[in-house]
Nanobody, 122 residues
Framework: QVQVVESGGGLVQAGRSPRLSCAAS????????MAWYRQAPGKQPELVAAITTGGSANYADSLKGRFTISRDNPKNTAYLQMSSLKPEDTAVYYC????????????????WGQGTLVTVSS
């Protein structure tokens, strides 16, 4: 069973630069692309950033330059460094991981975390 757990959220003042972490654990053959999504109150979920095992990253156009995704492959962990936070960044941030599990047949899973709430105060 594979789990993904986010951490690092909370109440943050505008302008601050917190970092979120996403740790994957469990029986995995491989951990492929990891991504961060967010859902603001009353809005649809949106992709924030994604990163491949090799480190190639892509971002939501509106967040380029302020958010940086990275990962530590030996630790099965991805990070989201946020900077110059604004009140409109307030959202639940979810981590998503693409996982390959060696069962018969091989299973390709998308695993979601429970989310971590980031509240930005002005």
């Amino acid at each position: 069973q594979v789990q993904v757990v986010e951490s690092g959220g909370g109440l943050v003042q505008a302008g601050r630069s917190p970092r979120l972490s996403c740790a994957a654990s469990g029986s995995m053959f491989s951990l492929n692309t990891m991504a961060w999504y967010r859902q603001a109150p009353g809005k649809q979920p949106e992709l924030v950033a994604a990163i491949t095992t090799g480190g190639s990253a892509n971002y939501a156009d509106s967040l380029k330059g302020r958010f940086t995704i990275s990962r530590d492959n030996p630790k099965n962990t991805a990070y989201l460094q946020m900077s110059s936070l604004k009140p409109e960044d307030t959202a639940v941030y979810y981590c998503n991981a693409e996982v390959v599990v060696l069962t018969l047949p091989v299973r390709y899973l998308e695993v979601w975390g429970q989310g971590t709430l980031v509240t930005v105060s002005s």
